[in-house]
Nanobody, 129 residues
Framework: QVQLVESGGGSVQAGGSLRLSCEAS????????MGWFRQVPEKEREGVAA???????????YYADSVKGRYTISRDNAKNTLYLQMNNLKTEDTAMYYC???????????????????WGQGTQATVSS
C-alpha cells in the first residue's frame, strides 16, 4: 500500500518561496508518475506539476501554465521523496497542496486527478500580499 506524506507548507509573503516535500513508501513497479495538485475551497483540484519515474530514474516533467518558470518538481530517488520548489509566489498560489501517485507514465493526462490512486493528506501554503 502506497503512503504519501507531505510537509513544508506554511505562510509567506508574495514574491517569497516555499519548498514542499512528499515522502513516499510502498510504491512498487518500475514506472509511475508522481504529481502535485492544489485545491482551494469550492474549487476543483488542479494539477500543478508531475514527474515520471522509470526504473528508479526520474524523467519528463510537466507543469501547469500558471506555474511554469516559477515552480520546479524534482525527486530524490534515494530518499523516495518528491519535492516542489515554489518561487516568486503569488497570492493566487494559496491552496492546499497534495502529492499523488499513479502507476504508469504521466503522459498528456497527467493533470487528471481521477487517474491517481494514492494521495497524501495535503499541506497548506498561504501567500499574503
Amino acid at each position: 500500500q502506497v503512503q504519501l506524506v507531505e510537509s513544508g507548507g506554511g505562510s509567506v509573503q508574495a514574491g517569497g518561496s516555499l519548498r514542499l516535500s512528499c515522502e513516499a513508501s510502498g510504491a512498487t513497479g518500475s514506472m509511475y508518475c508522481m504529481g502535485w495538485f492544489r485545491q482551494v475551497p469550492e474549487k476543483e483540484r488542479e494539477g500543478v506539476a508531475a514527474i515520471s519515474t522509470f526504473a528508479g530514474s526520474t524523467g519528463v516533467t510537466y507543469y501547469a501554465d500558471s506555474v511554469k518558470g516559477r515552480y520546479t518538481i524534482s525527486r530524490d530517488n534515494a530518499k523516495n521523496t518528491l519535492y516542489l520548489q515554489m518561487n516568486n509566489l503569488k497570492t493566487e498560489d494559496t491552496a492546499m497542496y497534495y502529492c499523488a501517485l499513479k502507476v504508469g507514465a504521466c503522459g498528456s493526462s497527467w493533470m487528471r486527478e481521477n487517474e491517481y490512486h494514492s494521495w497524501g493528506q495535503g499541506t497548506q501554503a498561504t501567500v499574503s500580499s
